[in-house]
């Protein structure tokens, strides 16, 4: 029997070993390396089951913890423009799962990678029921394209976090070549967007 709920994974009644496999997504301006653990014998991949915060709440969340984000000049003009990248963010991770799950699907040797089970029995779908393989893509996709969207919210949040160390370090400019912290990451003339600049930059490094 299996159970999935956002964060939380259980497997009951079996002692199937898991298989490791890395799995690679790409998001407009990130590039994201997943390592996954697939465990085909079950519902769901147990390193897919991570769940995002909608464009909303994480743009909220964003804004109260990481005010510098936000304002003229800064990476958010409001919050309004936040959601909106956000949520071209998650149609964009949704798109790349659909042609990862396609290329899944269409694979002659899935099987032989995955613990002998084929696409559809590997995302949960009974190969026999109808419309199983229309179930089991749809499983695909859903499940990697929320993972690929709640790993680059916690990108950002992590990079979020580094930044407010460096610009709360009075030692900076002296490990920084004399510049400030704004003068380091800022591009824009008022250097508004050095703590934007700053966050991006180790976003994309994760």
Known sequence: QVSVSPGVFRVRGSE???????????L???RIVLIAVLVCAVAVPAALAAQPASPAAFCKNLQKTSPLLF??????KNLGQCVTAQTALSSQSTTNAAKLCKAEQ????????????????????????KGADKKAYGMCV???AATA???QQSAVQNAAKKCKAERADP???ATHGGKTFAQFYGKNANLRNAFGKCVSAYAKAQ
């Open 142 to 144: 859903s499940t990697r």
């Open 71 to 76: 304002g003229a000049g800064a990476t958010y």
């Open 16 to 26: 199937t070993p898991m298989r490791r496999s890395a799995v690679t997504v790409k």
């Open 149 to 151: 969207t709640a790993t």
């Open 171 to 173: 030692n900076f400019a």
């Open 106 to 129: 269409a694979d002659a040797n899935f099987a032989a990678t995955h613990g002998g089970k084929t696409f559809t029995e590997c995302y949960g779908a009974n190969p026999n029921a």
């Open 28 to 30: 407009t301006n990130t």
